[in-house]
């Protein structure tokens, strides 16, 4: 989401710290601390979950709404909208497309919720569990406000706005957890706000 918005930060979430349970724990606590600020005045949420699959949907599909659910994220997603990717390779391959799905549940803006989906996202590609398998990716939106955070796994989370302003204060509370390859771009952006450091 970075380089396609007009308005992201990108976060480091791990750091330094070597793989393992302490990596994790600092990835997911930044995490909450960073959705904390940003999704402070949403009342209402979506996670939207992307999951990849042929063109009928697989039981994987379920079994990781499942492990969401026992992660401690209990709300219902609805019906997928599923997107064919017109993947070459993959059709010359397997003789079919590939499809990514799209879920998306809506739910009221509590913490619990939004640990859980913080904890499936960091766990992704850490032997940390529960994790749910087969998820892609989950996003966490509030759509009135226009804001929307993705954690890609313990290394990094992008944060999207409607403008310079809605994510000011992220950029100067969170300005040590940015992550250095992309700061040039993100502090050419930011810097200039009213009542940046």
Do not use: C
Not at 72 to 90: L, M, P, R, T, W
């Amino acid at each position: 989401m970075f380089y396609e918005a007009d308005y992201s930060l990108r976060f480091d979430l791990g750091g330094e710290i070597g793989m393992g349970p302490l990596r994790f724990m600092q990835a997911l606590d930044r995490a909450r601390a960073i959705s904390k600020v940003l999704f402070s005045t949403s009342e209402t949420l979506h996670a939207v979950v992307t999951m990849y699959g042929e063109q009928r949907n697989t039981s994987r599909h379920y079994y990781a709404f499942q492990k969401l659910r026992g992660i401690g994220f209990d709300h219902s997603f609805g019906v997928a909208e599923k997107i064919a990717q017109n993947d070459q390779e993959y059709i010359g391959e397997f003789g079919s497309d590939l499809f990514r799905y799209w879920y998306a549940a809506p739910f009221k803006n509590d913490n619990a919720s939004v640990s859980a989906l913080l904890w499936a996202s960091v766990s992704r590609e850490m032997d940390i569990h529960p994790s749910p398998r087969w998820i892609d990716t989950i996003h966490i939106v509030d759509f009135r406000n226009r804001l929307a955070l993705t954690a890609y796994d313990d290394r990094g989370m992008d944060v999207v706005g409607p403008d310079g302003p809605a994510l000011a204060s992220l950029y100067n509370q969170f300005s040590a957890w940015l992550l250095d390859y992309d700061r040039p771009t993100m502090d050419a952006k930011f810097s200039g706000l009213p009542g940046q450091r």
